[in-house]
């Protein structure tokens, strides 16, 4: 019998605000045949020799505040860069095995000569479990393959903007790449 005296007025719908930090890039310091740059946001950059034999490693870029983590693998060009066909192709079905799920794969071509860089950006739209990949070379002694993936189920539309922001971060490293 009593309730409020006014008028119910629904609210204005809610949009997810979603903020970061600027970007501030620093150079990684490791014993490696290329150097790049990463954001400070990436806490921890993990380090492993992948193989004994060959000159193969594995860096892994970790950003716990956004759950994510970007993947870098390096490898050696054999002198007669037969090895280098099969990086390529490697690299490219990694990305196409993404088209069960992905909506599109916009692909980016990468070049500078200036510092014999040559490689590919790829954005995959869509719920799938890596939303951007690359592949950066020389053509003639290194391979360097990256790929981001987020610690949670893909859903694209929740990723977005985290995934947006990390892809610039990719081409960040894909700009600030030098060969040693």
Not at 18 to 23: F, I, K, R, T, V
Not at 36 to 55: D, G, Q, V, W
Not at 84 to 97: G, I, N, P, S
Request: proline letters at 6%; hydrophobic letters at 35%; glycine letters at 4%.
């Amino acid at each position: 019998m009593m309730s409020c005296g006014q008028d119910y007025i629904p609210k204005p719908k809610g949009y997810l605000r979603l903020e970061y930090p600027q970007a501030q890039y620093d150079k990684v310091n490791a014993e490696l045949p290329f150097s790049f740059e990463t954001n400070a946001l990436a806490s921890e950059i993990k380090l492993k020799r992948l193989a004994a034999s060959t000159e193969s490693y594995g860096i892994n870029i970790e950003y716990p505040t956004l759950k994510a983590t970007i993947f870098l693998t390096y490898k050696a060009v054999d002198d007669d860069q037969k090895n280098l066909t099969d990086f390529l192709r490697d690299a490219q079905k990694f990305t196409l095995e993404h088209t069960i799920k992905a909506d599109e794969i916009p692909v980016f071509p990468y070049e500078n000569k200036e510092r014999k860089v040559y490689g590919i950006f790829s954005e995959v739209k869509g719920n799938v479990a890596s939303p951007a990949q690359f592949y950066v070379t020389d053509s003639i002694k290194h391979f360097l393959i990256g790929s981001l993936y987020f610690n949670t189920k893909p859903n694209y539309d929740s990723i977005l903007p985290a995934a947006n922001y990390l892809q610039k971060d990719m081409a960040h490293i894909m700009e600030t790449l030098r060969w040693k």
